[in-house]
């Protein structure tokens, strides 16, 4: 059974970082594709990030592209979200999601991903 838990959600400054984490702790979690979604209050959860296994290819939202940087550390199990010059409307619940099938691309779509971490909160404010 795969399970992934989240952590470094917490309050930042806006123009200021935070950097998420997830641990996959599932069966060939290096070999499967990783995602980050958010989910703001009121609004549908949404794509943020997503990387392949290799950690080479990565896809970004427009609204973060350029801030925020996704990479993984397959000896560690663990993909990261380094969250650069925060903006109040990066306020949200951040999930950690990975696909089921292995060697899997990045699809920007929460159907896609069969296994899902619980979210560590991320809220902006001055």
């Known amino acids: 059974q795969v399970q992934l838990v989240e952590s470094g959600g917490g309050l930042g400054q806006p123009g200021g970082s935070l950097r998420l984490s997830c641990v996959d702790s599932?069966?060939?979690?290096?070999?499967?594709?990783k995602a980050w979604f958010r989910q703001a209050p009121g609004k549908e959860r949404e794509f943020v990030a997503g990387?392949?296994?290799?950690?080479?290819?990565?896809y970004y939202a427009d609204s973060v592209k350029g801030r925020f940087t996704i990479s993984r550390d397959n000896a560690k199990n663990t993909v990261y979200l380094q969250m650069n010059n925060l903006k109040p409307d990066d306020t949200a619940i951040y999930f950690c999601?990975?696909?089921?099938?292995?060697?899997?691309?990045?699809?920007?779509?929460?159907?896609?991903?069969?296994?899902w971490g619980q979210g560590t909160q991320v809220t902006v404010s001055s």
């Open positions: 990387v392949t296994k290799s950690g080479d290819n990565a």
């Open positions: 999601a990975s696909r089921g099938m292995v060697y899997g691309t990045v699809v920007p779509t929460a159907n896609a991903y069969d296994y």
């Open positions: 599932g069966r060939s979690s290096s070999s499967r594709t």
